[in-house]
């Protein structure tokens, strides 16, 4: 065990270096070099050639890597010329929010991706499944930013029942004080993820049913319900919680669409101004605290697998 | 390592297939043992599935809508006409206008040319990336193979929708740089995939007799490997070309797609989104496009799920 923990932390340490490695790289890609990209086009080269020196853009490559990973081990990720404030307290400031557009849209997609799931598989190859089938087919298929569009269609505009807009707001409360506002974008982003996991509950749950441990419950004289909810129900939400916990800073990323369709004031939001503002230093650090946390997701699903099945440690 | 069974004789291999027997029963063996081709049992298979059938009836329309169309529907996609802004749908707008006058219908044939490309080129550039790569990691194996996987661990652990919107906002793309910056990181996963069916490839025993006559890697990966994965690869494409097509619909909407007059389906739905949260009901602007990346996306995973059953029980028929 010790062995596979050092093996495992050795390698995130190696990804860690060639990502930090790229994303420094990134900067050097931005039009004319990164200080060129934030003065504009109009700045004299002596001026550029200032605040290189003054940034440390001058020096060799593997000078700069250094210096930028000691700041971000400060907690520094960087300084937005364009908002006039850190990217940490950028980060600070509009995480919760998107954390609670995700936490909702996560939830209510669950509550309904799982226990639809599970009835899919029980009920395989009916109507019922495969209109369900249907529907998330559709989940697939569709952007995300236009379910967006058609749910401000139809709920906003021909049935004035929601606001258009998410709420606006600086802080949570303030987003929170206007749930009717709410309703449209959480919708829009549960119902692209809950194509996700009522697939994946089918499929596992199907995966599942054929286990030896389920022949063996039924012949022990365990009643459909129990063989359904005690043995199979279990264990097919195991590896959903795995994929969810893989998933988890991919979804905070693909909440960028909604966040743009509703105006949702969060991170997607910000990052999408930072794109069309060229303010690169937004856009790397909110990258690369994304990265960072799917690096970090990963090694601890692993570890935790590998606690909870022997069989993972030796492969 | 190749195995031999000692006393084998190497030279008898290519004529051990046929049993010495009478001559009538040496022909029925070889007319039974004769092949259908690979395509055609696939074909059948894939036939048998009527959802994918239609899936590519529906793709040979829109192929034939976004390419044949402008040759019969002829209409100005570059010189905006702001006479016509927002006209609603007409005789002679089936689709009405936008905001800039462009008629709709000519827009969507024109935005799914751009649609169509970019995905089917940047698919196609992904996986032969990916492919590659992988095969190449996975038959070299040991160090090597450990740390070039190491790097599409990097790369993946990356959000791409994140760093899809980063290149775009440096390399302002046309259509020709879009399928690079579409592609760039999606062959990661292809890697991964393809890597994986080759360590289990590796192992067979005609992939280790290229081994012992001498044969070298890159003839063992590229003639032996990649040929016998690529059920995998196929179906692979079919999904990386959906998802090709939806995030160029994403940049587009996001606006940072390919460059005006050029447009895309994802493009022109952002000019929907302006109207709509200025709450003006402009339904020709959201549907059409929607509706297109919707049926393509759809066609696309039934023909891929499809391609998928075709491959399998080829497989299982044997």
């Known amino acids: 065990m010790t062995g596979f923990l050092i093996r495992r932390i050795l390698q995130a340490l190696l990804i860690l270096f060639l990502v930090t490695v790229f994303t420094l790289a990134l900067v050097h890609l931005f039009p004319g070099g990164p200080i060129r990209s934030l003065l504009g086009p109009r700045a004299t080269p002596e001026q550029v050639a200032y605040y290189n020196r003054l940034y440390g853009f001058d ?54 991706g799982i226990p639809l799931g599970l009835y899919q598989a029980v009920k395989r190859y009916t109507t019922g ?35 258009p807009f998410a709420p606006q707001g600086s802080t949570v409360a303030q987003i929170l004080s206007d749930p009717r506002a709410l309703v449209l974008p959480v919708a829009a982003y549960a119902f692209v993820l809950y194509a996700l996991w009522s697939r994946y509950m089918r499929s596992s749950v199907m995966d599942n049913l054929v286990q030896d441990y389920v022949r ?35 979804l905070v990323a693909g909440a960028i669409f909604v966040e743009v369709v509703f105006n949702y004031p969060g991170m997607g939001l910000a990052f999408y101004q930072a794109a069309l503002n060229v303010d690169y230093q937004v856009l790397l650090g909110f990258t690369l605290l994304a990265t960072l946390a799917t690096i970090l997701g990963n090694l601890l699903a692993d570890v935790g697998y590998a606690v909870l099945d022997p069989r993972v440690r030796y492969t | ?50 959802l994918a059938l239609a899936s590519l009836g529906m793709l040979v329309f829109i192929l034939l809508f976004c390419f044949i169309g402008p040759l019969i529907y002829h209409t100005d996609q570059v010189h905006t006409n702001l006479s016509q802004s927002l006209c609603p749908p007409s005789a002679a707008h089936p689709l009405g206008c936008d905001n800039l006058g462009y008629d709709q219908l000519g827009r969507l044939m024109v935005g799914g040319q751009t649609s169509l490309e970019v995905g089917f080129a940047a ?31 990097a790369g993946l652990s990356i959000p791409y929708l994140m760093v899809v919107i980063i290149l775009s906002v440096v ?44 044969g070298g890697r890159s003839r063992a990966v590229v003639r032996h490997i990649v040929p016998n994965a690529i059920g995998t690869i196929i179906v692979q494409t079919t999904f990386a070309i959906a998802d090709s097509i939806l995030i ?49 996306c759809i066609a696309f995973n039934f023909i891929g799920d499809a391609l998928r059953d075709a491959f399998e029980t080829r497989l299982q028929r044997r």
Request: no cysteine; glycine share 10%.
């Open chain 2, 1 to 50: 390592m190749a195995v031999i069974p000692p006393g084998a004789d190497p030279g008898h291999m290519d004529t051990a297939v046929i049993p010495a027997e009478t001559p009538e029963a040496i022909e029925a063996a070889i007319a039974a043992s004769k092949p259908r081709g690979l395509l055609r049992r696939g074909w059948e298979v894939f036939a048998e599935n009527k």
């Open chain 2, 248 to 296: 160029l619909a994403g940049l587009g909407f996001l606006g940072l797609g390919v460059q005006a007059p050029a447009t895309d389906w994802g493009d022109m739905l952002s000019g929907g989104l302006t109207f709509l949260q200025s709450g003006t009901n402009y339904w020709w602007l959201i549907y059409p496009a929607g509706l297109a990346i919707i049926l393509t």
């Open chain 1, 129 to 163: 499944d495969y209109i369900l089938t249907g529907i998330s087919f559709l989940g697939y298929a569709t952007p995300t930013f236009f379910v967006g569009l058609l749910l401000i269609e139809w709920f906003a505009i021909d049935i004035p029942l929601f606001p």
């Open chain 1, 216 to 250: 063996t419950a039924r012949a022990k004289g365990a009643s459909e319900r129990r063989v359904l909810w005690r043995h199979v129900f279990r264990n097919s939400l195991l590896s959903i919680i795995t994929l969810l916990g893989l998933s988890l800073p991919t």
């Open chain 2, 171 to 214: 390399f302002h793309p046309d259509k020709l740089i879009m399928i690079f910056v579409i592609a760039v990181f999606y062959w990661l996963g292809v890697a991964r995939l393809v890597r994986g069916e080759t360590l289990s490839l590796r192992t067979r025993e005609y992939v280790q007799a290229v081994r012992v006559m001498g």
């Open chain 2, 123 to 153: 698919a196609i550039v992904a996986v032969l990336i990916g492919t590659l790569y992988g095969a190449f990691s996975g038959f070299i194996g040991g160090p090597v193979d450990s740390f070039l996987m190491r790097i599409v661990d």
């Open chain 1, 59 to 112: 020096q060799p490559f593997y000078v700069q890597y250094l210096k930028w990973v000691g700041q971000l081990l400060h907690g520094n990720l960087g300084y937005s010329a364009k908002l006039n404030q850190t990217v940490t307290s950028l980060i600070a400031q509009d995480l919760p929010k998107t954390i609670v557009l995700v936490g909702l849209g996560l939830a209510v997609s669950l509550l309904f």
